[in-house]
């Protein structure tokens, strides 16, 4: 099973609002990843987690917080965010700390920012 | 320079034939070589991943990889219409977890 859910599928918010986004994997896997995707653009990594500890940020600005609450779970804690940051968001999961690390994506989650 | 560079099309294929797709990268130490497919408004989905010189075949797919040249390539044999979306190359670094992606290929199969 390489499944990597994601919550909600689909969010509009307005540029005051504080919402979260909620990623989910039960394959063991130990590294997660953040990615934001505009539309007919490759993902963009804004973070990384391994072993649920923050180990990359791609200089991502402070209105997006990450959050491993343990080894299966992702937050991405949205607050006062900007039109500009309205793009699919993507979650994804790979074994942790290997060479050849495949890594497996989630849906995704669909921001409006208003 | 780009470090995953990709022709962005869009290619053309006749249903039935050999849909052939290219990816070059920059940095030598490169060690994992993966392809996605990504359906409009979809996620990615892993394809092949190819980490050896040489071929690699799963079914119609085929992923060539050539070091050397730091080239790596996706054969579609038997194309389908189903077979329609934006491929990607990526590309990570022994002891990164950074994942790099190429600008994607789009893809149309024609009946």
């Known amino acids: 099973d390489t499944e990597v859910t994601q919550t909600p599928k689909h969010l509009v918010m307005g540029m005051t609002n504080k919402k979260s986004l909620k990623c989910e994997q039960h394959?063991?896997?130990?590294?997660m990843y953040w990615y934001k995707q505009k539309a007919k653009k490759p993902p963009e990594l804004m973070f990384v987690?391994?072993?649920?500890?923050?180990?990359i940020n791609e200089s991502v600005p402070s209105r997006f917080s990450p959050e491993c609450p343990n080894s299966s779970l992702l937050n991405l804690h949205l607050h006062a965010l900007q039109p500009e940051d309205s793009a699919l968001y993507l979650c994804?999961?790979?074994?942790?700390?290997?060479?050849?690390?495949?890594?497996?994506f989630g849906p995704g989650t669909r921001l409006l920012v208003l | 320079q780009k470090e995953v560079e990709q022709n962005s099309g869009p290619l053309s294929v006749p249903e039935g034939a050999i849909a052939s797709l290219n990816c070059t990268y920059s940095?030598?130490?490169?060690?994992?070589f993966f392809w996605y497919r990504q359906y409009s408004g979809k996620s990615p989905e892993l394809i092949m991943s190819?980490?050896?010189?040489g071929d690699k075949e799963d079914g119609r797919f085929t992923a060539q990889l050539n070091k050397a040249s730091q080239y790596v390539s996706l054969l579609i044999r038997d194309s389908q219409p189903s077979d329609s979306a934006t491929y990607l190359c990526?590309?990570?670094?022994?002891?990164?977890?950074?994942?790099?992606f190429g600008q994607g290929t789009r893809l149309t199969i024609n009946p």
């Open positions: 994804a999961s790979s074994r942790g700390g290997g060479i050849q690390e495949t890594q497996y």
């Open positions: 394959m063991g896997h130990r590294a």
């Open positions: 987690y391994s072993y649920e500890k923050l180990s």
């Open positions: 940095d030598r130490v490169s060690q994992s």
């Open positions: 190819i980490y050896s010189n």
């Open positions: 990526a590309v990570n670094r022994q002891g990164a977890q950074k994942l790099v």
